[in-house]
Every structure is written in structure tokens, then in C-alpha cells.
């Protein structure tokens, strides 16, 4: 992965702690595809929920730079906070068409718990913009 700039790197660390803090720590099995080094040393599975930021497969890392990079951008062109979560929502959408059917909706009609995640991540870049 090209060099990511270290607000970004510190956006996608504060959206999964942020994720696994407030998901309840649940156990989230998902697979390991592309880290050839996790593969070899731990296996082909890797519990998101359950592990800190720094020790995720790159695969896993690289979907939360994703975020924090197109929540930075997004910041960089809107403020406002809701209209900004919407954006974001949106271009997630676009970048990942496999999303949850729960997620793969308009902002507007997404649960409080999930338009407050986003909300969440727009703070967050917000903070490292300025």
C-alpha cells in the first residue's frame, strides 16, 4: 500500500478501537486473504472484534485506512456534520457494493446506532483536518 499520510493512519486506528469499544467485543470471525504473514503464522481467520488495531492482517487494515481516507476526504469538501455523514455514507456505499444489506441503504434510512458510527468517523477526521 502507497504511504498513507499519518492523520489517516491515526483516523482508521480510532475507527476500529472506536468500533470494538462500543460493538460490545463481540466475536467477529472473518477471513484472511491477503496477509501472507498473518496466514502463515496464525491462520487463514482473524477475530476483528477482538483484536487492537495494530495486530489486524493488512487486509483488515487496509478496509479501515479506506474509511479514514474517504472520511477525510469527505471532509476536506463538506463541515456540516450530517451532511458529511451522508457523503461518507455514500461513497462507502460505492467503494464496497457487497455491503450488509442493513448498510447497503440511503443514510436517511439507517439505524441511529449505525448514522452514529458515521457521525462518529466525520468527528474524528474533522479533528485531523484543521
Known sequence: MASLDP???HIA?????????TSGYIVRIK???EDAAWISERGAWCD???T???ELPGDWKRMNYKMA????????E????????????????????????????????????TKDARRYVVRIALEHVA
Open 78 to 113: 463538506e463541515q456540516d456534520i450530517e451532511a458529511a455523514s451522508a457523503m461518507l455514507h455514500k461513497k462507502w456505499l460505492d467503494c464496497n457494493p457487497s455491503a450488509a444489506l442493513h448498510h447497503n441503504v440511503p443514510f436517511d434510512e439507517l439505524t441511529e446506532k
Open 13 to 21: 486506528w480510532e475507527i476500529h478501537e472506536n468500533w470494538r469499544k
Open 69 to 76: 481516507l474517504l472520511a477525510f476526504q469527505t471532509v476536506c
Open 48 to 50: 476483528i472484534q477482538n
Open 31 to 33: 477471513p484472511v486473504t
Open 7 to 9: 492523520k489517516v493512519i
Open 52 to 54: 487492537p488495531f495494530d
